[in-house]
């Protein structure tokens, strides 16, 4: 079986131009559940929200040619049948799939079998020779069968068989058992067309405790709290569909809907079926899980066109905040940080502080001066990372952050000499009183990391940790340019900008570029929280800015 | 204008059975990009990712019937075509649009045409009679047109006019130009056949300042660190396509993508620019957006089938973990709370301490035990809450949390004589030793106060409040059931229920469980923080249980 994160579903169908029902429909429903499409079309339909004004079938050798294309080529996982229109169709499908599948006939993918007949607005779509044609080629290859209520009476009665009268549940459960007998492995018998209570459905239940019954929207136990708040599904009508397997027969149950968005309501159940059992689901979860998306699709119908609407079958779904990283766009959260404050960042990487030092000109107070502030600074970020401690959920966030901790006390460590290359003395940075942009900053760190949770801290130390390897590379690649304005011969400074270019810091700061993708990834955004996370980065980068201006003015 | 979250967009074009072009890949990035698809299938092709294996038109007759049922009930934002196919087709669709517009054209809706004259795969899609009737029928209908190279190469060439060579960047620009001569309001030639470096663009660009350069994906300036990191763009090939508008000439890089999961690029970018449309993009800033769309479409293609893999549609979406709030399910997270600690909840809500009071069995030693640790616990909850109003944004949230404080204020102020009823004095609450249960529950609503944000003291408050909500409408529940077992006559206890089901109380729950569900739906979370929120739900109604545990063992 090839690995993809997206299975091929196939529809064999008519196309509804009107995008509700058909091909359409299908192939929505299997993008919003997360599958590959593929379609074959029996029949084009002139179709919209009022009515099916024309049917076009294909011939039957353009059914075939078209169902050989996708076969021989995709690798199929679930399949499903819409409208097949005329016995010539139906024998086509019928014929590929046995001599495509003919070395090994159960290697056939299961396959869900939607009788369509007649159309919501009343249009038949299936011609009554058809019937019998589909009932004996097409239903032993089935591994679901979906019928609603007449269309199990028209296939039942045109057997011989009885119940061809479904009007309660013991007749749905019988006529499931019957449809059973005539070949598909699987029969899913839709009840829509009936109307019952759940206080009926208990007590069927009652009576035949062999029955399984599935039921999220009628799990009354202990909801007494939602049905106050306006979820009332006791005394409510409900629709139960009866699945029968060879093993044994559940009602799947939910609240009728007092909707007209119904346009292709089984094909969008059908389609969605084959989804989940093409995502590996069983039987019974898939059709489960199947009903539910359906439910929700007519429920939250934006109605459109002037009759039966169609569903909502992207409910499901919300767009990414941050798109997914590709190997060309490897740090697609960083980018975004990065391009939503294009002028904050150029003015804190390429700040005049930074200028004066590649040149060369700065005045070493200015240097000493922000040693000295970014030793008192350093104290903040490492309390920041304390809480950050303090808010991890497993061992290994705990040490990574307390390594921070670590790293910066052995920064502002009185037995660190880095700083007396600029004259900085342990004395100096004790005497020194703390300027107000220390303060905001250090603050500001403090506050994050009490506010949100540990990704509050993580954001808050990013625009520092980014931004100085950002700082380094800059200077690295003005340095390069032919006639660059840099100065690196003499320049006392340089050895200040090695640092941050240094392997040591710039794998340090991939190893952070790294954290904040994978959470961005892992812990996909809301825009609400995408934009906390953005406002963190863009007062950081201000931080910083304002940190170089105190620097330069010495305040 | 109708006012529809999914504005609808049509497409003209063939039906790939392999599901990577055409119509199938125009439906699915409809869908993708939060439009409703409708289509018109002007031909069906037998088709795969190795090739097209046949083509079958449709009757004009029967794409006018299409079109108009289209047209006739759906309010179309935008529209596109794909492959016409012949002079017939192209003709009829002309007319159509023409007829249906005739009384105001301007309103017809933008319409981008696609050229479709060859197949990745290297099929004839267009007829080469149909060429010309393209380019004097249906062009002046066009809102944007979107040839590339060779397309462009065929179109100018067959009207005599030159350059017909385009093999830079300044025979695009003028190509575009002689494009926009031939009737269409803009033009997008698309430079994927062309290619050209980072540094030719800017070359090309210094000597015509007058062309806007939109690159996502290149902006440079102050990017060292992401270069560093593998999003090197300086000096790769780049694909520029060229936006030719009356107003000026834009040109929209991006990295060329060396891929062969490329079959549909151009039925995927038409669509994507109808559907930005169709949301009111401009057509520059629309086209942006669906130049990025593809091109993240391509670069994350899980590759399927034996030839070109088509791209990946859905990569820009993902699934919500809480369904869409419906009438019929409105609230659907806290339903799911409860759904996913069945056992839990029960053993809480319908634990032998209520059960006890309910029947009026219930030494008064226990109710005066937990009366007392409750008085305690509450404490816990009002600096939780201190947390909360600390980790605010706005002042409406600091005033919701300080209100809680306040109403636990007087809950265990010595002036709150409720107590009394039970026999419960201030000195005794003062003299009782805090049970572990007590400090177990207040520790953790402490906990979840210091390590999450907000969100975390709001669930951990949850359970408590809609709980005991819960247990006033089951005793409610179970006291109007016929021949209850429920005891209200002498029950000394029934007031204590009256409190919860009470109107006030209840209040309070909905308004709790609507600020949730505000919250869930406002800022969806991710699989991983949903289970961070449910976690905290389900300890805190463990530890409820263990609440009534100690008052039954008066432990």
């Known amino acids: 079986m090839t690995v993809t994160e997206q299975p091929a579903v196939l529809t064999i169908a008519g196309s509804d131009s ?37 049917v076009y079938a294909s011939p039957p ?63 038949n779509l299936l011609q009554p020779d058809a019937v019998n044609v589909l009932v004996s080629e097409l239903l032993p290859l089935v591994f679901l069968f979906t019928p609603n209520k007449s269309e199990a009476e028209i296939i039942l009665s045109s057997h011989g068989l009885e119940p061809s009268d479904i009007i309660d549940l013991e007749g749905m459960v019988e006529a499931s058992q019957a449809l059973l007998t005539l070949g598909p492995k699987n029969v899913l018998l839709k009840g829509g067309h009936l109307t019952t209570t759940y206080n009926e459905v208990l007590k069927f239940r009652a009576a035949r405790p062999d029955v399984r019954m599935v039921s999220t929207n009628f799990d009354g136990e202990n909801t007494e709290i939602l049905q106050a708040a306006g979820y009332d599904t006791q005394d409510c009508e409900v629709v139960v569909d009866v699945l029968r397997t060879p093993q044994r027969v559940a009602l799947f149950l939910h609240p009728r809907v007092d909707s007209t968005s119904t346009h292709g309501t089984g094909c969008t159940l059908s ?7 093409a995502h590996g689901k069983s039987v019974n979860d898939g059709t489960a899980l199947a009903i539910e998306y359906t439910h929700t699709a007519i429920e939250s119908a934006i109605p459109i066109g002037k009759g039966h609407s169609p569903l909502n079958h992207g409910h499901a779904l919300i767009m990414r905040t941050i798109p997914k990283a590709t190997p060309r766009d490897p740090y697609p959260f960083v980018r975004m940080l990065i391009q939503s404050t294009t002028q904050q960042w150029k003015a804190y990487v390429e700040h005049q502080f930074v200028q004066q030092m590649a040149r060369g000109t700065l005045p070493l107070e200015c240097l000493q001066h922000v040693t000295k502030q970014g030793a008192l600074y350093l104290k903040y970020y490492g309390r920041a990372h304390g809480l950050l401690v303090a808010k991890s959920s497993s061992s290994a966030e705990i040490k990574a952050a307390s390594n921070t901790i670590i790293d910066v006390l052995n920064e502002v460590s009185p037995s660190n000499t880095a700083r007396a290359r600029w004259g900085v003395t342990d004395v100096d ?43 380094g590379l800059w200077f690295k690649k003005e340095q390069s340019r032919p006639g660059t304005w840099v100065v ?31 959470i961005a990834a892992e812990d996909s955004p809301s825009p609400a929280r995408f934009e906390e996370w953005r406002t963190v980065w863009e007062r950081c980068t201000e931080l910083e800015r304002g940190f170089w201006d105190m620097a330069l003015q010495q305040s």
């Not at 389609?271 to 059992?277: C, D, E, M, P």
């Not at 900053?441 to 506010?451: E, I, S, T, V």
């Not at 240094?502 to 340090?508: L, P, R």
Request: hydrophobic residues 40%; negative net charge; contains cysteine.
């Open 271 to 277: 389609a969605a079926i084959a989804s989940q059992l």
């Open 429 to 471: 940075i004790h005497l020194t009183p703390e300027s107000t942009a220390t303060t905001a900053y250090g603050a500001f760190l403090m506050d994050c990391g009490l506010r949100g949770d540990g990704m509050s801290v993580t954001m808050a130390a990013a625009a520092c940790l980014i931004g100085y390897g950002e700082v």
């Open 18 to 54: 009107g995008g509700g029902a058909g091909i359409q429909a299908d192939l929505k429903v299997f993008t919003a559940n997360g599958c590959y499409g593929a379609s074959v079309a029996v029949a084009l339909t002139a179709q919209n929200t009022r009515g099916v004004q024309a």
């Open 488 to 518: 690196v011969e003499g320049n006392p400074y340089a050895q200040w900008f090695e640092q941050w270019s240094g392997e040591q810091y710039q794998t340090a700061v991939k190893t952070g570029m790294d954290i904040l993708e994978t």
């Open 61 to 123: 050798a353009f059914i075939e040619q078209q169902l050989r294309s996708v076969l021989d080529d995709i690798p199929i996982k679930a399949m499903k049948t819409g409208m097949l229109f005329d016995v010539s169709s139906i024998c086509t499908v019928v014929q590929v799939l046995r001599s495509h599948y003919a070395k090994d006939p159960e290697s056939i993918p299961p396959l869900v079998c939607d009788p369509v007949c007649v159309s919501t607005s009343g249009h």
